[in-house]
């Protein structure tokens, strides 16, 4: 049976409040849509970490530098319900769009640090818009854990320094990166490569977990992730955006592999842009 599909604030807010009455924990696993195993992964485990799920599927206009890509993000309301059935979650919150932006909107949430630099510096404007959509949803379920992938590992760093600045009383989980067998990261616009994209598309990942096997075994961080750029566009990639090896608790620049690091990379590819990123542990 498919799930609950609620559109309106008061509506949801009266669901939330009879389960809190209950004295149940509410979970929430904020998406654009277009679920993938990714996005599936994330239910699992907020069905397995509270008693009642919230998915909610809204493609954030605030958060596209680019309009031609919130145009052509993927909508597949209908199927994202039909792939949530399984799970029974207890509701799908499909905001419509005044209940997120009411006219008169006027507020931003912006976090720094974490976000100055990579996915910060390519797409101006993007993580403010994250930060104030998932602010919103946050104090609009009242949930006691949200549920985000490694995969944007930028932004769940975000999300976790928002939620601690401003006090929301939420736990936030971040969830392993699901891959396809041949290494590509899951996401939303994977559905946007044509075949022939696709078979090039993992030439990322591949390059990635090279550079981290390399700079792990002593190589020299800067004329491995070089190598490693180069790779990418070798394969067909049309640029690397950035590739870069950062702290991973604080995302600061890393020249040497001197604490936990992740590698992290943007590319383009056929008119879609790809993020990935791999852990890269000292002595592994
Ligand atoms: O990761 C996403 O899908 C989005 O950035 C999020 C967290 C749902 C906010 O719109």
Known sequence: MTAPIIRSLPELRATVAGWKKAGETVGVVPTMGALHQGHLSLVRAAKAGTDRVIVTIFVNPKQFNNPEDLENYPRTEQDDARKL?????????????????????????????VTDAMEGQHRPGHF??????????????????????????????????LARDLDIPI???????IREEDGLALSSRNLLLSDRARIIAPALNRAMTQAADQIVNGGDVAATLAAAAERVVAAGFIDVEYIELR????????????EPARLLAAANLAGVRLIDNIAVAPGT
């Open 85 to 113: 059935a399984p799970f029974a979650v207890d509701a799908i919150y499909v905001p419509d769009g005044d209940q997120i932006y009411p006219e008169g909107f006027a507020t931003n949430v912006s976090v720094t640090g």
């Open 171 to 177: 736990e936030i989980i971040g969830c392993p990166t």
């Open 128 to 161: 403010d818009g994250v930060a104030t959509v998932v602010t919103k949803l946050f104090l609009q379920t009242q949930a006691d854990r949200a549920y985000f992938g490694n995969k944007d590992y930028q932004q769940l760093l975000l999300v976790q320094q």
């Open 247 to 258: 702290a991973a608790a604080s995302l600061a620049p890393l020249t040497q592999l001197t």
